[in-house]
């Protein structure tokens, strides 16, 4: 099954890059706010039961693909 | 004294510790390969060396905490075996979770390279038992993600323990924002484990060692681990 796997700063973590980014906008004349950066991360995972695979990409979440001092995840299967 | 410097691919300060601990110290300095399972035997220091290993893939030093020699490095570290961990090396030790917190992107968002002063919070560790507590010293830093960063309530209780080894400050030893140059919290440069034996640091101790290079700042360190190892 398709996962995707969106991996976001935590709320109160600073994001430089998000913030030179908005930053960037403004310099176009867009009004926007809380810009934040992340991280898209997509994968097929075999198996054809969707919360097997949830709770098999939540562990690929703990074990690599975040960094819990820092990241959160959420977890689409698709 | 025996030194194994392990070497991922992307380090590129390996180099520069294998001079510092090898030709400027003296000690018996080993390189050794991501690949490999196991340090060589009688190995007194891991010292992780700074560089862009995997390239900074996923997240700075998360590859590289995987690869097979750190499952060796973690049970050296657990047997209260010294492990110094600079630069990306800080960055590999913390994504090992062998040392607490992560290093984000610098606030200005900019790779910095220039010489910073540190002062010596904790004097009674083997890296740092030559120095004086509050002494300051000057080496250089150069990376990208060096912001140091902890939960609070985790940063409130690595200050309670005395976790923190050094901290950015003025030449003069003051201590504040407009001395630390990537937007570390707390200042912090350098932090070691609750057992004193694993220390990380962001500035490059070992590319101030050699006076034919420069100045030799670094030096406090690296006599600091000789005298903790009866070699001094």
């Given amino acids: 099954m398709k996962v995707r796997v969106s991996v976001q700063l935590k709320p109160g973590i600073l994001d430089p890059q998000g913030k030179a980014v908005e930053q960037g906008l403004h310099g176009f004349g867009f009004e926007v706010e809380h810009v934040r950066i992340g991280r898209l991360i997509e994968m097929d995972v075999p198996g054809t039961d969707p919360a097997e695979v949830q709770a098999r990409a939540l562990a690929m979440c703990e074990k690599l693909l975040v960094n819990p001092v820092m990241e959160k995840a959420s977890i689409e299967v698709l | ?232």
Avoid at chain 2, 33 to 51: A, I, R
Avoid at chain 2, 52 to 72: E, N, Q, T, V
Avoid at chain 2, 81 to 96: D, S, T
Avoid at chain 2, 124 to 152: C, K, S, Y
């Fill in chain 2, 1 to 232: 004294m025996r030194v194994a410097v392990p070497v991922f691919p992307g380090s590129n300060c390996d180099h520069d510790a294998l001079h510092a601990c090898g030709t400027v110290m003296g000690w018996d300095t080993i390189p050794v390969w991501h690949q490999e399972t196991h340090l060589p035997p009688n190995t007194d220091l891991v010292f992780v060396p700074g560089g862009f290993s995997y390239g900074d893939y996923l997240r700075c030093g998360a590859i590289a905490a995987l690869a097979p020699i750190m499952a060796d490095i973690k049970r050296h570290a657990d047997n209260g075996g010294l492990v110094l961990g600079v630069c990306n090396g800080f960055q590999i030790l913390c994504e090992a979770h062998l040392l607490p917190g992560a290093l984000l992107r610098n606030e200005s968002l900019r790779f910095i390279h220039r010489d910073v002063h540190l002062r010596v919070e904790r004097a009674d560790l083997p890296f740092t038992r030559a120095m004086a507590a509050g002494a300051v010293f000057q080496v250089p830093i150069a990376h990208a993600e060096g912001n140091f960063t902890l939960d609070p309530a985790e940063l409130i209780d690595l200050e309670a323990r005395g976790g923190v080894a050094f901290r950015y400050c003025s030449a003069a030893g003051g201590i504040g924002e407009d001395h630390v140059p990537n937007g570390a919290m707390n200042g912090i440069a350098g932090i070691v484990s609750a057992g004193g034996n694993v220390l990380g640091m962001m500035p490059h101790p070992e590319r101030a060692v050699d006076p034919v290079l420069g100045p030799t700042g670094g030096l406090g360190v690296f006599r600091s681990l000789a005298e903790a190892l009866g070699v001094a």
